[in-house]
């Protein structure tokens, strides 16, 4: 079976802007600098692009394959996005395979729906070629909420409880996905660095903060289906916050970096 993320081209969209100042553009700059002339990059689970569009300019000259399982999706990068290839593509199948023409790999808010054996296969087929990698956007499992409520932490462990479920992987690694993976490829060679990658939510940009929080609620409920009466409280409260611009959230993410760490003879 094909892995589908579930994301909507709005939803991707309505994010972007959100991605791209959150992201670490430092680490964006090391990748870059890891990788060969005119570098041939994957991008997996590249959704709509947006990754490709980000770091596009620091890349001038790379030959980029957006990977996803989602035709819709892909339909929607090439449009927007210039001069890339796309790839229709589960991510369950051979990523030795997919990787064999590749000088560097990045994808962008994936690593949090994957599980441990993925992360295995990840991780051998990245250092068959010692590629470089990058990942932004795992999130970490920091919320903070402007001002703070009662049930904030029900609702935070909820949320994370949510994540450790089955996105198409197995069982996903969640809010642990940085650590595991960070551990895994130093242990394959790799040097490894992360940086945070937050978003910040205003009260006035109250498009994004709606589908947050209803995403929030919706994870919340279905984690958590006992707290329904708790979560239905605090989701009254914190939607008349945002309609009245008197709500803000800090979503915490982590951006990762791996170069192979050449040994000496």
């Known amino acids: ?110 690593l949090d729906l994957t599980s441990a054996p993925w992360f295995d296969r990840l991780g051998s087929a990245l250092a068959l070629r010692q590629l470089p990698f ?33 996105k198409g992987f197995g069982s996903a690694l969640g809010l642990g996905a940085i650590e595991h993976l960070a551990t895994r490829l130093q242990a394959l060679g790799y040097e490894v660095v992360t940086e945070p990658s937050d978003w910040r939510i205003g009260a006035n940009d109250q498009p994004m903060l709606r589908q947050y929080l209803d995403g929030v609620i919706g994870a919340a409920i279905d984690a958590a289906p006992e707290r329904r009466a708790q979560i239905a409280s605090w989701s009254v409260m914190r939607r008349q916050q945002a309609s009245d611009g008197a709500l803000s959230v800090r979503v915490g993410h982590r951006d990762i970096l791996a170069t192979y760490r050449r040994r000496r003879a």
Not at 58 to 67: S, T
Request: proline residues 8%; neutral net charge; contains cysteine.
């Open 134 to 166: 990058l990942a932004a956007l795992s999130v970490d499992g920091r919320i903070e909420f402007d001002p703070p409520a009662p049930h904030d932490r029900i609702i935070v462990a909820a949320f994370a409880q949510h994540q450790r479920g089955d």
């Open 1 to 110: 079976m094909l892995f589908r993320s579930g994301f909507s081209p709005e939803w991707l969209t309505l994010r972007e802007p959100f991605d791209a100042a959150a992201r670490s553009r430092a680490l964006a700059q090391r990748f870059a600098e890891a990788l060969p002339p005119a570098p041939r990059i994957a991008d997996l689970g590249g959704g709509t692009g947006s990754n490709v569009r980000y770091l596009a300019p620091l890349v001038p000259g790379a030959r980029w394959r957006v990977v996803d399982a989602d035709p819709v999706l892909l339909a929607e990068a090439a449009k927007r996005t210039a001069q890339i290839e796309t790839l229709r593509y589960d991510l369950n199948g051979d990523l030795r395979s997919l990787f064999g023409a590749c000088d560097g790999v990045v994808t962008s808010a994936l």
